[in-house]
């Protein structure tokens, strides 16, 4: 339930428009850059990167966790996968919002951080 969950509430988000989502994106680098170690802008953007790392290992984790790990593993691979890359593609679609092979790659990036916690833990 969790993953599907997780899933759902990740498909919303990255279906924003482009404008809503870099308003947040700069709100929370405001909120985080009076620590002094980064600027504004350059936080911004390391935290959209980020993001994407984050929502694809939560989103790998959570499948590992929940089927059967080794019986399943090229199936929910395939499927984290195939999201990524659909993810991406959609987004042409969003209005402000464009496909990026290197953030189909930090997707990817992601899903194997999700993975070995997941093989960790």
């Given at each position: 339930m969790?993953?599907?969950?997780?899933?759902?509430?990740?498909?919303?988000?990255?279906?924003?428009?482009?404008?809503?989502?870099?308003?947040?994106?700069?709100?929370?680098?405001?909120?985080?850059?009076?620590?002094?170690?980064?600027?504004?802008?350059?936080?911004?953007g390391i935290?959209?990167?980020?993001?994407?790392?984050?929502?694809?290992?939560v989103?790998?984790?959570?499948?590992?966790?929940?089927?059967?790990?080794?019986?399943?593993?090229?199936v929910?691979?395939g499927?984290?996968?195939?999201?990524?890359?659909v993810?991406?593609?959609?987004?042409?679609?969003?209005?402000?919002?464009?496909?990026s092979?290197?953030?189909i790659?930090l997707?990817?990036?992601?899903?194997?951080v999700?993975?070995?916690v997941?093989?960790?833990?």
């Amino acid at each position: 339930m969790e993953c599907l969950l997780w899933f759902l509430l990740c498909t919303y988000l990255s279906h924003q428009p482009g404008e809503a989502t870099a308003a947040t994106s700069l709100h929370l680098a405001e909120l985080l850059g009076n620590t002094g170690f980064f600027e504004v802008g350059e936080l911004n953007g390391i935290l959209r990167k980020a993001a994407h790392v984050v929502t694809f290992a939560v989103l790998a984790f959570l499948l590992y966790a929940t089927l059967d790990a080794w019986k399943m593993s090229k199936v929910w691979i395939g499927c984290v996968f195939v999201w990524a890359v659909v993810d991406e593609v959609t987004k042409v679609f969003v209005p402000g919002r464009h496909c990026s092979m290197c953030e189909i790659g930090l997707n990817m990036i992601g899903m194997m951080v999700g993975i070995v916690v997941g093989m960790i833990v």
